[in-house]
């Protein structure tokens, strides 16, 4: 396996997968989501935290910089539409940078 994780920003982790097709790294990361949901933690008095996911697929030759756009757009658009979700990134057709 050759995916890794890693921090990136303060608040915020990347994790890349190697390997593994849009449908399955969704899945895999929804059940992320799901269970810590479900983590209750005494020093926040029993309740839980929540997690929003940007999932962005790069695209051969695109380059990094279009793949982080595109999951840090989709991480936006699920912390501004309620949080605790997973938001898969679309490209537009007509994007040119």
Same mark, same amino acid.
């Given at each position: ?17 190697? /390997? =593994? ?38 695209? =051969? ?18 912390? =501004?539409?309620?949080?605790? =979700?997973?938001?898969?990134? /679309? ?7």
């Amino acid at each position: 396996m050759n995916d890794f994780a890693a921090r990136y920003g303060g608040e915020e982790f990347a994790i890349i997968f190697t /390997e =593994k097709s849009m449908d399955t790294v969704y899945r895999l990361l929804e059940r992320i989501r799901w269970h810590v949901s479900q983590l209750k933690f005494e020093e926040l008095s029993g309740h839980s935290v929540t997690i929003s996911i940007g999932l962005s697929e790069y695209r =051969k030759g695109s380059g990094k910089e279009k793949l982080f756009k595109g999951a840090d757009q989709s991480l936006y658009d699920a912390k =501004k539409t309620g949080k605790n =979700k997973t938001v898969i990134y /679309e490209a537009q057709l007509e994007e040119t940078d």
